[in-house]
């Protein structure tokens, strides 16, 4: 797609839809502003008309999405489910859960470090919690972002709730080339 993002105006993406229901649609994107911003502060819409905060599109009985942005820790090899500070032009994975059209708007507001999503608070409201830190035999896949624990608002059924991140892999079918212009 070829989008300018003017430094005034809100940023709006139609995003891939999960071809089925129960499936799931992967969105590669990146910030499109010269400055950090905070993820927690996107908006979605299923019409282009009525804008509802990531919270609000990712809780039930919508669930339109999950509620993290996926980027890629190349350091430990894993993808990290980030749910604050988008950097300036990082890239990430957004998933969809819906089979409908539906649009992302980013805001071109500064990240400040305050509004941080549900990751970031999640101590603050579990009753208890343990975390895990799961590794190969081998030692080539370490995953170190798993938590189990207990909290008011939290689904106990296979039902994805606010607070669940994804064991996040996408499978590419083709080869995905990113290209920037100077």
């Known amino acids: ?18 071809e089925a229901e129960g499936g799931f649609g992967l969105n590669m994107m990146a910030n499109p502003w010269p400055f950090p911003i905070n993820w927690a502060q996107v908006q979605f819409s299923n019409d282009q008309q009525n804008w509802v905060s990531l919270a609000e599109a990712a809780a039930p009985p919508r669930s339109w999405v ?5 980027t890629w820790d190349h350091e430990n090899g894993y993808y990290y489910p980030k749910s604050n500070l988008v950097d300036t032009w990082e890239g990430f994975w957004v998933t969809t859960q819906v089979t409908d059209p539906l649009w992302i708007r980013f805001l071109p507001e500064r990240y400040t470090g305050n509004d941080a999503q549900v990751l970031d608070e999640l101590d603050d409201v579990i009753s208890w919690s343990l975390d895990l830190t799961l590794q190969r035999v081998d030692g080539t896949q370490r995953d170190e972002h798993n938590k189990i624990g207990l909290a008011s608002g939290l689904t106990i059924d296979d039902q994805l709730d606010l607070n669940d991140a994804f064991e996040f892999h996408p499978k590419a079918h083709e080869a995905v080339f990113l290209r920037t212009r100077v």
């Open 66 to 70: 999950n509620s993290y942005a996926y």
């Open 1 to 18: 797609i070829h989008k300018y993002a003017l430094p005034l105006e809100p940023y709006d993406l139609e995003l891939q839809s999960a």
